[in-house]
C-alpha cells in the first residue's frame, strides 16, 4: 500500500483509473475494446468493464477472485492498486464526510461499460427493487439503472417491457419451456442508436441483443433474475438468485408498459442544464434517479466550468479529445478514458483540443437527504 502522503499527491488532482475488464458469460467486447482505445478489438468474452467500482463481480462459468470488478488506479510507480483503498485512506477528502457517514468507503454507484457481440445477447432478466432487495437478498439496493448507448453494430436490438398485460402464469410457462421467442414477440422491441439515452426502473423485463455497446450507471449492484439459463454456465436455480421461483417473480411486472411511458419516460430526451461559452451541459435521466444515482453530458465547443463543490464523480470521455485544466495543471484527456475526481478537487475547466466536439460522461453518487 502507498503512503498516506503518495495517496494526497495523487488526489490533487483527476485521478487516472485503470483498465478493468474481465470475461464474461455472454461472448462480445470488440466495440468496448474499441471505445477504450485497446489494439486488435474482437469479440472475445471480455465483454464488460467496471469503470467505477467498489463492488465485487461474480461472473458465472468464471473465475471469481475477491477483488474482481473492483476499480484500480495506476501509481506513479507503475504499481496497481484499488481504488478502494485510496477511498479508505482518505475517506475525507475523496468521498466527503456525509457520503462516507452513510456509505462506508464505497462509491454507492456503480458505472460500467458493455457489449454484447455478434450471435449473442443478454439474457431476458429484471431486476428487484431496493424495497425487494431488502427483504429477501440483504441488500439496501436494488438495481434501477440508466443505458448511454456509445456504439452500435447493424441490427442492434433491445427489449423493453410488455406490449399488453401478461399473467405470472404465463410468463413461467414460456420460462420453463425457455421460450424465448415468444417472451420477446410480447415486448416492445427498440433499435438503440448511439447517444442514445434509457432510464429503466427496477422491476421491468428487459434483454439486450446482439450489436449494442452501452456505458451503463447503475446502483452499486448486480442483482440479475435470469429468465433464461438453456446455454448459459448457470442452473435453472443459480438464475433465481437462489430464491424460490415464486419470490423471484414478485420482484418482476407483468403490466402493460404504456408506448407513451416508454417513449418519453424510458427513452430519454436530455435536458440542458446550463450553457457556458458555446457548450452545453444535459441532465440525462428524470429528477428521482437522484436516490440512486445522478447522470449529465458535458458538450463541449470551447471550455466548459466543473465547479470544486459538487462532490465526488466520475468522468468518462464518450468523443473527441481536450484538457482538464485547473490549479493541478493540465491532464489530457481522450475518448474511452475514465478519471475519479475527488470531493476535495478544487473548480476546474473541461477544454476542447480537437476539432470536434467533445463529450464527456459525469456519473455522481446518489443525493443524500
Known sequence: MA??????????????????TYLHFYNGGKLRAEFLGEPDPKDDFRAEEWIFSTNRAITPGRENPPDKGFSRVQLPDGSIILLKEILEALPNETLGAKHYAKFGASLGVLLKIFDVGDDAHIPVHWHPSPEFAQKYLNSPNGKNEAWIVVGTRPGAKAWIGWKNDITKEQFREWMEAQDVETIRAHMHEIQPQKRDVIFLRDSFVHSIGSGVCILEPQEPTDWNILAEWKGYPYSREEASLGLDWDIALDAARFDAMPLDYLNNYVMRTPQIARRENGSIEEHLVPPEARQYFWVTRLLVKDKISMPGNQ????????????????PFGEVPIAKGKSFFIPTSLPGFDVVNTGRETLEVVCCYPPVIE
Open 3 to 20: 503512503s498516506t502522503d503518495v495517496l494526497r499527491k495523487l488526489i490533487s488532482a483527476p485521478v487516472a483509473l485503470a483498465p478493468n
Open 311 to 326: 462532490g465526488f464523480y466520475c468522468m468518462v470521455t464518450t468523443e473527441g479529445k481536450g484538457v482538464l485544466r485547473g
